[in-house]
């Protein structure tokens, strides 16, 4: 990525999200002047989603044997950059609905996939939206911090899945205080430092959001981790992988 591309972004990052109109209107206008640089720069910065994904796809191929005519969703899915991480197993998915709620970020995806027939684009809120047949995995790749009603986000999630149906998250968090035995526990500094920096863009890490999706999804893979911060090169950044399953 070129420095005045990286400027572009980090431009944005200091501004930040507005603070005022409609959720939809406020990542409109914090992602449209970046949509453009978004993948590039956030290369950089999103770590884990391929991981994620890959195990996911084990989690389906080892339910059905196959991923020929799977029927994904992913929530919060931007340019579509996460769908690319599926690689030759793509074409594979029988059905793929890609759900967000910022038209610029929509409209990169729409590019990238204009000549993807199993790849649908759908402006619409992750807290709502329901496709016209249950799904056999669901996942959010750093949105679920994005998104205000994120309990909401992930009952409708939930309730999308067929029985034995695969939810995958990858996001950014912090621990709590005191976790459960077995998870990291963070610094006092990192439990400080890491919500206040990203609530300037909309992002919430939050020890909620891992506690709920270990409470409704006991069947599960969990994988915890620190990774680099552009432009910040003596910090790092708390991440989890997350794949749990459904009874039935």
């Not at 591309?5 to 930040?16: E, I, K, N």
């Not at 990192?190 to 709920?212: C, I, K, M, S």
């Amino acid at each position: 990525m070129s420095l005045t591309g990286d400027a572009r972004v980090l431009l944005s990052m200091l501004r930040g999200q507005p603070k005022h109109g409609s959720h939809a209107e406020r990542l409109a206008a914090f992602y449209g002047p970046q949509a453009s640089q978004y993948d590039a720069f956030r290369e950089r910065l999103l770590h884990g989603r391929g991981e994620m994904i890959d195990t996911l796809s084990a989690a389906l191929t080892e339910q059905r044997s196959s991923l020929d005519g799977v029927h994904v969703v992913e929530l919060g899915g931007g340019t579509g950059r996460n769908l690319l991480f599926f690689g030759e197993r793509l074409p594979h998915l029988g059905r793929v609905d890609l759900v967000d709620l910022c038209g610029p970020l929509l409209a990169e995806a729409r590019r990238r996939f204009v000549d993807r027939s199993n790849v649908r684009v759908c402006e619409a809120d992750a807290c709502s939206w329901r496709p016209d047949a249950p799904a056999d995995a669901v996942y959010f790749s750093y949105a679920l911090t994005m998104i205000p009603d994120w309990r909401a986000a992930l009952d409708n999630a939930l309730a999308m899945l067929k029985p034995g149906g695969v939810l995958g998250v990858v996001d950014f968090y912090v621990s709590a205080p005191r976790p459960d035995v077995g998870l990291a526990r963070h610094t006092a500094f990192t439990r400080f430092f890491w919500p206040r920096w990203f609530a300037h863009d909309g992002v919430r890490p939050n020890p909620e959001h891992l506690r709920a999706l270990r409470e409704r999804l006991p069947m599960h893979q969990l994988h915890e981790a620190t990774a680099p911060v552009p432009y910040l090169p003596l910090l790092r950044v708390p991440y989890y992988r997350f794949v749990g399953r459904l009874p039935g």
